[in-house]
């Protein structure tokens, strides 16, 4: 079985990965002790690279990073790369951007995720990305995910992505459709 090392310090992350994955011969594993990267990027692609690199130099193994954020219209696309950062808590994060949209009629936004796939050296082998787009609900519902999923509707739903379950969540989400790009890549060059 392959082994690559998936650049996270959030074990939930990797366990939404592992689902989406599946069966698919690969043996996903969060990066060695020491892993904190500094995401000083412009851009989820940028900080995704940041992070894979950094996993790759740890590890000595291949590496594969997302990063990824919530991107409101109204707000000019914020939280965008902050997303994580945008408040101190994720409770705080949804009151923050629930009050910045306040009295707003244009709700939309997407989910973006930006892959990158290193060699161990930390040379680029793959990248792609996954959007979900939808808008903010005017008030949290669902306890399923985590992050801004609780605020968040997908398009063509009527709930928030926070009330579907996890394999109707990984079927829609903008992670599970960059993983599904990467993982067709590596089926690929097997």
Do not use: W
Request: charged share 25%; hydrophobic share 35%.
């Amino acid at each position: 079985m392959k082994k690559i090392v998936f650049a996270t310090g959030n074990p939930h992350k990797l366990q939404e990965l592992k689902a989406i994955a599946g069966n698919c011969g690969i043996d996903f594993v969060l990066p060695p002790s020491g892993f904190d990267p500094v995401e000083n990027g412009k851009t989820f692609e940028e900080n995704s690279l940041i992070k894979a690199k950094e996993a790759a130099r740890l590890s000595n193994l291949p590496s594969l990073a997302d990063d990824s954020g919530l991107c409101v219209d109204a707000l000019g696309g914020e939280p965008g790369i902050y997303s994580a950062r945008y408040a101190e808590t994720p409770q705080k994060r949804i009151d923050k951007l629930l009050n910045n949209l306040k009295g707003e009629n244009n709700r939309k936004a997407k989910f973006v995720c930006a892959m990158n796939l290193v060699s161990p050296e930390g040379d680029v082998i793959f990248q792609t990305t996954g959007e979900c787009h939808g808008y903010i609900a005017k008030t949290q519902a669902g306890t399923n995910g985590f992050g801004y999923d609780p605020i968040f509707i997908p398009n063509g739903y009527n709930c928030t992505i926070a009330e579907l379950s996890e394999d109707e969540k990984n079927q829609i989400s903008h992670r599970g459709k960059a993983l599904r790009k990467v993982l067709e890549f590596l089926k690929n060059v097997q």
